[in-house]
């Protein structure tokens, strides 16, 4: 592969891991309620997730690519029939925007844990931000999504590997503050499929106008391998970084930023931006795909689209940030398990034409 492949295939990649790694994921609540709550065993859960995610993101970016969908309206109907397509359709689309809200919520949070600013202001402030990137083209956007990610890695490995070589408490107790009670179900590997389920639906929309603007099949489901990959890694960090501090993260709203600040105040400051940019990252990327399915990018319909949006978003940031997580993130993850399961049958039924078709091809020879 060359070297511009290879770069557009990384682009891809972080805007992938950008839209996916938001408010819930970069806070640190989704890996407490998904997976830190079942104790040692999330790590296992983890691992499943992230191969999950790396195959169906694969299918998902192969399918976006054959399609050259605009929006995720022509995957849907190849996957479902357009009559239950148009169903999985308008849910996944509100539910995207239901998650914007929830990244607006989070922002608000996260300014106000941070800088001590109050939640509406921060709010605000990433609704005005999230207004102009939305007004550019779609290859600005994802390049735009992009930046962020390689520096949450860098700052992941620095506050999770402190907080792993200074526990609060040792990985051998970690069990006795574990509480299930506090995940979605009390199965670790259910609740595991659940967030493979929440990833796929989160970036499903992205990952189908992402395949069809890649010049390559191969670019893009590379792209998605990659993204899978780093997701996992990230969460892997993350999962091990809670833990540590177990007995405290049931108690905050953003556990990572505690881990940050365990650091040092200042690096606690830092990653509060960190956090805010990829909010936005995924206010953007939630978005995008909600308003390209009812007009079309850049038309007066989508401006407007866009601004009523926004602002009906920012009266949703009263529910408050963990209560939207408690609320949207499990059912969304069922919608993504549909989707993920249509995928799943559809490259296996690929696979065994394109085996009969093999097989046909070597008799003809043969005779």
Do not use: C
């Not at 079942?38 to 859960?45: E, F």
């Not at 992402?210 to 892997?236: D, F, K, P, W």
């Amino acid at each position: 592969m060359s070297n511009g492949n290879k770069r557009a295939s990384w682009k891809y990649a972080f805007a992938y891991t950008g839209i996916v790694v938001g408010a819930g994921f970069a806070t640190g609540q989704e890996v407490l309620q998904f997976f830190a709550s079942h104790g040692l065993i999330s790590i296992a859960g983890v691992i499943l997730t992230g191969l999950i995610i790396m195959f169906i993101g694969r299918q998902a970016a192969k399918l976006g690519y054959s399609t050259h969908a605009e929006s995720h309206v022509l995957p849907l109907n190849t996957l479902f029939g357009k009559k239950f397509g148009l169903v999985v359709d308008i849910i996944l689309a509100f539910f995207l925007y239901g998650l914007a809200i929830v990244m607006i919520a989070g922002s608000g949070a996260t300014f106000n844990e941070g800088f001590g600013i109050h939640p509406q202001i921060g709010a605000v402030v990433l609704i005005v931000l999230a207004f102009i990137t939305l007004l550019m083209d779609f290859d600005k956007i994802v390049s735009i999504i992009g930046v962020i990610t390689p520096v949450l890695v860098i700052a992941l490995f620095l506050i999770a590997g402190y907080n792993i070589m200074n526990p609060m408490i040792p990985l051998s107790e970690v069990n006795q503050y574990n509480d299930p009670s506090r995940a979605p179900t009390s199965s670790w590997w259910f609740d595991a499929i659940t967030y493979a389920g929440f990833t796929l639906a989160t970036a499903f929309s992205f990952l189908s106008i992402m395949g069809s603007e890649s010049a390559r099949q191969s670019i893009v489901r590379r792209g998605a391998v990659y993204g899978g990959l780093l997701i996992m890694v990230l969460m892997l960090l993350i999962t091990f970084g809670v833990l540590s501090i177990l007995p405290i993260a049931y108690d905050v709203a953003l556990p990572t930023m505690q881990m940050a600040s365990n650091v040092s105040p200042w690096f606690g400051t830092a990653y509060s931006v960190i956090i805010i940019l990829l909010i936005y990252n995924s206010i953007v990327g939630f978005l995008f795909p909600f308003l390209a399915r009812f007009t079309k990018p850049g038309s007066k319909k989508y401006k407007i689209l866009l601004a009523v949006s926004l602002v009906a978003g920012y009266f949703g940031t009263y529910v408050g940030f963990v209560e939207l997580v408690n609320i949207i993130y499990p059912l969304f993850g069922y919608v993504g398990l549909i989707i993920g399961v249509m995928l799943t049958i559809r490259w296996t039924f690929l696979k065994i034409k394109a085996r009969k078709l093999a097989e046909r091809f070597s008799d003809n020879n043969e005779e």
